[in-house]
């Protein structure tokens, strides 16, 4: 039956509808194009209303043909996803856009049975519309033949514009690479990109040469598969994507639009290739005009279908971890790093900037690992071939890093050879690709003898630094860019990595005997002199037991360095431990959730590091070398080490999804600092527990299942793919698993039992044979391989092998035996340490278990801690709230050994995230079990006691027993912790004694205090009658005026009898202070000529990102600048300035630099004025790092009245440019 619509004829109503039931058993199918149709559709024409609607099982769309050809509607499951103009056609040129939304006539339309067909002519093109709907999916294919030859400035072949809220991600199966386009985290973090609401930026248009995508909205359920195909697919480059933001009256809508070229396209940019410009930032199209010509006809098949978006997170059945969280962190994260189908993937800020340094391809191929999809692994493959055939010189020098534009950063910088050859073997370790394989092998060889030739030491191989003073200020010489010193621990670690994995293949796949000699021998004399002490010309520490960063850089247990360590054989089993037992001394001690890069200072000797220095990497919190250092936690046989890590990492995700920044503070985890808005790498301890967890390991020849998780994790089946075969390993206990196989192993599976006896027998059932002996090798290891061929499901069980250590639970009481919350409101709006501080005493106890009480519908892993007065953490555990809660409403864990507790203050916590499982807030009443009182609700990393009394947030426990005898004992607090303080100033802190013994506690306090300091000891009396009891004592302290700028340490000591004492330590920052903007304002400060705008802000774009000191910095917008151009800012005191005991005034100055110039130079200078007079002095600094520039005023007659001070910067330059500086901390020194 046929149905046309000419012009305004009138068309009446009609329904085809299909028959829902299916026909009866041996029918012959239904004939699709008759009213009697298929299962499961409907086509319906409405001429009243000009529409026909089209509708399957889960889909229902709408065209509107009244004077427009366009589909308006489209709900998926019952969920409106269009907005605005929905489905249409539209051509730009240089006369302006024609679109399908608005046409001089009717369209003709013809119905028959599921197929609907669509005609129009635009002044640009006639185009011919076929719909076919079925019960699955909607097919539709836009015909379109050009009226005349033309250059389309821009196409949509079909343009979409989806709802603002209608969908959260795109999924691209082109190369499994993933948008984040929406949802909560992204439309509040996200910027410079896709996201909607208040981040929405409709400059950003980015594309990828796909037209098939799934469109993903995990809060809704709602999932829209568009395969695509067009008649230019054969032709290179021959179809694409564009999307981007723009605002309409529905709201931040998202579009997409088709573009075919029967010639290829061309990116708009100047690289060829597209590297640096599959996005850009002006709103302009990503691509060159499109030449067409009379007669030509393009056609775009879209096949539309609704999906279940679990089908794209589901990883398994994960037990004692939060998989949806671990499962978005994986592919809503992770997956953006791919940037196409023939571009690869980077790390910073892909597709915005989309590059392939090759000093990042070792942390991508570990990330691809977690989603080893065939076109996945092609995309990487292919970004891999770019770097051979555009970023390896003659030469063999490797440079960075888009391919088609030669060197940009990085150049010569150690990792990039040694990262690009551990990108190729670990590519092929996923694909087994022998002849890709060969197709890289010339130009790794290259790469790597040109790094040994020109940039290794002859004797050692240690990797040179490239710039061997490099300073704090400056950025070079590898990934990190902070090594200084003559050789470079990080990249030296690498490149053994590097030639032991060549070293393999050369002899097992390529057969080249010879070369894999020569670099065994290479990697075996890096080994056997970076192993020496430092003194001896190493690189191993003694003192930290640690590995050393660079031969100049401070011994500072740098993460990065040891982690690449870890992740080899460079150093020995006990050599590692040692590595790891000494980062985890050192997080327990900072009460670190995660592993921050370093506390110890890079380059000062005895400082500490700023907690977000040099963009976070001198001291901040980067997520790749955390996910690295997951190597050797297998090494401390304690997975819940591990499980607790990964539990603190997916809290930590929650938060803010990891949006808006590179790296983070280590103290202030929310605190974002470095330059990126994104870096997928973040998420690498996803990789960690997959590799080194869940035991996932592929090498050349093999896959290597080592397993390393707790009981809590056992009955976890997690998802996997072996080189194209789909597999799940259950854990049914930490040393059984189960494989199932759905397809043929395609390489050996070797199983391995970790933490065993070295030499000993244990009887492992490797099913479906009988049980055998094996011996645990040196390391501890027990193996047991599974030919290739084999099919499952078999079984991997080690009947004798020890479990993981757990502490005995039996007979420990609950600290916490009844909670009533009262009126106490539930919350999960902060991202922090939340519990209880509580007095241990008379007697000793043993601590058990660790637990948090169990509101309705939690179901997140929490990590709860004992923390003690110092702030160490002294037991941890991961609490898996799906786990069954006990009468008292809570959820335990069981330590993996007993922990004691002396009498005294300890703080009881859980880490809370937002918008996770919801706890009570602070005013419910705990009861407490005998030896525990329970003194008050406390959060944050200070633990700020908010409600005193028998009350907690969350509330958490602990299990425990009372060992020992009693004893009285006698604790020390001090508030505040840490102040800022000008010379001369006088301070008060409270000084809180708290004890517990049979009579009152009485003694004197005295403080420890900095030459020229003062302050008189106090009194005490603490009112103990047999329970935990305090008194609060004020002391004041008088800073002395000569006191330098500077951190001061303050020891308060509390003296009771029977040689009761206790020591508690603050830190004053001397700082005489004029100007520190943290009230979030100007504080005066104006601009000169030529300055567009100064503001306080809280952070930066580029290095180091934050303040130097407090919560904000003083920027200013230099504006367009040409050449050796002057900024200038001011500020004239209401009262004039009194510097009469001032010897130098100071300020922190810093700009984000003027690239891609190269600067001579920066200098900045400070001019103070005393009504006609002046005196100023002019500083050099670098760029992207805090400087501080002083003038010397100890000889200045008019220092008494200074009445306006200007900073003047000036770049000494070339050429045109605009960049933006900083200026912080504005003082004197006495």
Known sequence: ?????????????????????????????????????????????????????????????????????????????????????????????????????????????????????????????????????????????????????????????????????????????????????????????????????????????????????????????????????????????????????????????????????????????????????????????VFAPVAVTAGQTDEVTLRLAAADVDDFYDLGDLRGVNEQALSAAINDYARWMMQDADKGASTEQPQLQSEVPPLEMHWIAQLLQLFPEPNAIAAFEAGLEDIRDHLIEPSGRVICCYPGFGSTWGHDYGDQVPGFALGVAMAYELSGDDEWLAGMRDGVDRAIDHLIANWTDPETRFVRNVNPELSEADYDNDYWESSTGAFNGYTTALLYDALTRWSALERDVLGDQERAGELADLAATIKEHYNRDVADGGFWSPDTQTFLYGTGNQDALYLPVNAAVLKTDLADTDRRRAIVEAVEAQNATHNYDLHPMNVRDLYVEGATARTAGKGGENGGWYGAPDGDYYAGLPLLDDPQVLQTAVASFLLRYQADGFHGATAWDRDKPLSETASGVWFPTTVMPAWGLYHYGYGFQPEYDRLVLAPYVTDAM????????????????????????????????????????????????????????????????????????????????????????????????????????????????????????????????????????????????????????????????????????????????????????????????????????????????????????????????VSGRQFEVAAEGATSYGPVTFGYRQVGEPQPWLQTLAEPRTVRARSGEELTFDVTVWGQADAPLAGELTADLPDGWTAEPQAFEVPADGAPASVTVPVTVHVSPDAPTGDARLAFTATGPDGLSSTRTVTVSVANLLFDFDDGTTQGWTGGPGVAGVRAVPSMANGPGVPYAGTHLLEFDGGPMVDADPRTISVEPDTPLDLSHASTFYAQVNSYGAWPLSPDSYEVTITLHSGEESISATSEYEANVWNTATVDVSSWEHRDAVTRVDVTYVVNVDGEYRLFFDLDSVGYDT
Request: with cysteine; hydrophobic share 40%.
């Open 1 to 285: 039956m046929t149905l046309r619509k000419a012009g305004r004829s009138t068309i009446a109503a009609l329904l085809l509808a299909a028959a829902f039931a299916a026909p009866p058993a041996g029918a012959a199918p239904g004939d699709l194009a008759g009213a009697t149709g298929a299962a499961g559709w409907s086509v319906a024409a409405d001429d009243a209303a000009g529409t026909v609607t089209m509708c399957g099982e889960r889909y229902c769309a709408e065209l509107d043909v009244d004077g427009a050809a366009a589909v308006r509607s489209l709900e998926v499951d019952g969920r409106e996803v269009l907005a605005g103009g929905g489905l249409y056609s539209s051509v730009t040129t240089a006369a302006g856009e024609v679109t399908s939304l608005d046409l001089d006539a009717d369209p003709v339309v013809e119905v028959t049975g599921d197929t609907v067909e669509v005609r129009f002519a635009t002044p640009a093109a006639d185009e011919v519309w076929t719909f076919r709907a079925g019960a699955g999916e909607l097919g539709f294919t836009l015909g379109r033949t050009y009226r005349a030859d033309a250059s389309l400035v821009e196409q949509g072949t079909p343009a979409i514009t989806f709802a603002e809220d209608a969908f959260e991600h795109l999924r691209w199966p082109g190369d499994g690479g993933n948008f984040p386009l929406g949802g909560d985290l992204v439309n509040t973090y996200q910027e410079s990109w896709l996201a909607g609401g208040d981040r929405v930026d409709p400059n950003i248009r980015t594309s990828k040469e796909q037209v098939g995508y799934d469109l993903l909205n995990p809060a809704t359920g709602v999932a829209l598969s568009i395969d695509a195909s067009t008649s230019h697919d054969g032709v290179g480059s021959g179809r694409a994507t564009e999307l981007w933001r723009s605002r309409e009256d529905s709201g931040a809508v998202l579009n997409l639009a088709v573009l075919t070229s029967a010639t290829g396209l061309r990116y708009a940019g100047p690289n060829p290739l597209g590297y640096g410009y599959q996005t850009t930032k002006n709103g302009t199209p």
């Open 714 to 937: 056992s009955g976890s089946a997690v998802d996997y793919t072996w080189r194209g075969v789909p597999l799940t390993v259950t854990y049914d206990d930490p040393v059984s698993f189960r494989v199932s196989l759905r397809g043929t192993l395609p390489t050996p599976l070797t199983v391995r039992w970790l933490n065993q006896e070295p030499g000993a027998q244990y009887r492992v059932a490797l099913g479906p044979g009988q049980p055998r002996t094996l011996t645990a090798g040196p390391d501890g290891a027990v193996e047991a391989e599974v030919p290739a061929g084999t099919r499952g499901p078999l079984w991997a069980r080690c009947l004798t092998c020890e479990l993981p250590p757990a502490a005995d639970t039996s007979g420990a009481e609950p600290a916490v035996r009844g909670y009533d919350p009262g009126d106490a409101a539930t919350r999960s709006d902060a991202y922090e340490q939340a519990g209880m501080r509580i007095a241990v005493g008379p007697r000793p106890v043993e601590v058990t278990s660790l637990g948090r009480f169990k509101a309705d519908g939690n179901s997140d892993v929490h990590r709860v801690k004992i923390v003690d007065v110092e702030g160490a953490v002294v037991a941890s555990a991961a609490v898996d709230m799906t786990g069954r809660a006990d009468r008292d409403g809570f959820v335990s864990a069981a330590l993996s050994e007993p922990v004691t507790l002396q009498p005294g203050l300890y703080d009881v916590v859980s880490t809370e995230t937002r918008g996770g499982d919801t706890w009570y807030d602070a005013g419910g009443t705990v009861q407490a079990g005998p030896g525990i009182t329970v003194l008050g609700a």
